[in-house]
Each structure stands twice: as structure tokens, then as C-alpha cells.
T-cell receptor, first 112, second 114 residues
């Protein structure tokens, strides 16, 4: 079955540090890829998505993600985080049956 | 404001009781979904509906039931057959009938079974 792996469950970093969250999936066919974010007390919302084209995707709030097909990866990056980036981040992949599979999530805490 | 409304936000029930969680959307989206969120496990799909009067089981449908009598409504019933019902439940919707688009989520319902 299709699976989505997020490498870190918890990440703690200081403001202005760079952030990279890993995401790998197991399906070898055509996929659509997403990163969702859940800020404290708020509902899940889309951060960015990749369907096709340029493998470097830019999203909201300065986030970007790179699709590397050969590595089955879709890592999320931000060059300089802010305290307001404290949230839980979920990678999601659209598998061959069309269902969206989510990773377990990474809790990111940014300290002042 | 357009969006997805879930109710109630918090719900406590005794073991053996069925519980129905409400999900209403005014986005005119065709597809609606129910996910369960548990710590360390991400979101798991319970049921989804791509069109009125039709729905499909997701990955963890056992012990749950749904209906889709109206486009804007997709209630989830957690039955007494669900062995571990205490969880955070999220409803979502999307434009079109597939999973290729963006999901819009509600604020969730937290169910605690005592």
C-alpha cells in the first residue's frame, strides 16, 4: 500500500534558522504532492502543492518544496523561520486510487 | 463567510452509545471527506463522498457510517462498534470529484468516550 513517511516527528529551532522537513512516499507512478500546515488552534490549510512542471514549488509564507522523482521525495524548506511558523506540518500524496495519504506530521517549534 | 462548519467542537459520550458528528459546507464543493487524526499517526481517511447519494469507504471505515443526502452535508456516525472512538475528527471538502485538488478543512470535532 501507498505510504508517506515524514522523517522527524518533532523539530525545535530558533528564529532565523533554516528549516527542512523530509517527506518520502512509496508509490512509483504519477503522484500529486501537498504540504498542509496546522497552526495552533487553527484548521488545516494548504501550504503548497505540486502536480507537474517545475519541481521547485513555492507556497505561502516563504515556504518552498522540491520534488525529486528519483528519490520519491518532496521536502519542505524555509530559509529563515519565524516564531509564527510554529505549527504541525503534514505531507500528503495522491496515490493511484486517487485517495490522499497523509504522513504522520512534524511538530515544529520555533523559539524566539 | 464560505467554509466548513463542524459541530460539536467537543463531545463526550459513554461507551456503547452512537454519536453523530455534523459537517456542513457552503463552498458548493462536490466532494466531502472524513478523516481521523491521532497523535503520531497523521490523518487517516474514514469515508469520502464524491457526489450526492454516493460514498466510499476509506482506510479505516469499520465502526463508522455516513450519509450524503444533500450536497452541503456529510454527517459521520461513530457507532458502538468502533473499538477506539476517542479521537479528533476532521471534515474536508474539495472542488470536483477527485483527490487532485486542494482540501478545505473544518476546525474539527474532538470526541472523548468515557
Amino acid at each position: 500500500a501507498q505510504s508517506v513517511s515524514q522523517h522527524n516527528h518533532h523539530v525545535i529551532l530558533s528564529e532565523a534558522a533554516s528549516l527542512e522537513l523530509g517527506c518520502n512516499y512509496s508509490y512509483g507512478g504519477t503522484v500529486n504532492l501537498f504540504w498542509y500546515v496546522q497552526y495552533p488552534g487553527q484548521h488545516l490549510q494548504l501550504l503548497l502543492k505540486y502536480f507537474s512542471g517545475d519541481p521547485l514549488v513555492k507556497g505561502i509564507k516563504g515556504f518552498e518544496a522540491e520534488f525529486i522523482k528519483s528519490k520519491f521525495s518532496f521536502n519542505l524548506r524555509k530559509p529563515s523561520v519565524q516564531w509564527s511558523d510554529t505549527a504541525e506540518y503534514f505531507c500528503a500524496v495522491n496515490d493511484r486510487w486517487g485517495k490522499l495519504q497523509f504522513g504522520a506530521g512534524t511538530q515544529v517549534v520555533v523559539t524566539p | 463567510d464560505g467554509g466548513i462548519t463542524q459541530s460539536p467542537k467537543y463531545l463526550f459520550r459513554k461507551e456503547g452509545q452512537n454519536v453523530t458528528l455534523s459537517c456542513e459546507q457552503n463552498l458548493n464543493h462536490d466532494a466531502m471527506y472524513w478523516y481521523r487524526q491521532d497523535p503520531g499517526q497523521g490523518l487517516r481517511l474514514i469515508y469520502y463522498s464524491q457526489i450526492v447519494n454516493d460514498f466510499q469507504k476509506g482506510d479505516i471505515a469499520e465502526g463508522y457510517s455516513v450519509s450524503r443526502e444533500k450536497k452541503e452535508s456529510f454527517p459521520l456516525t461513530v457507532t458502538s462498534a468502533q473499538k477506539n472512538p476517542t479521537a479528533f475528527y476532521l471534515c474536508a471538502s474539495s472542488i470536483g470529484q477527485g483527490f487532485t485538488g486542494e482540501l478545505f478543512f473544518g476546525e474539527g470535532s474532538r470526541l472523548t468516550v468515557l
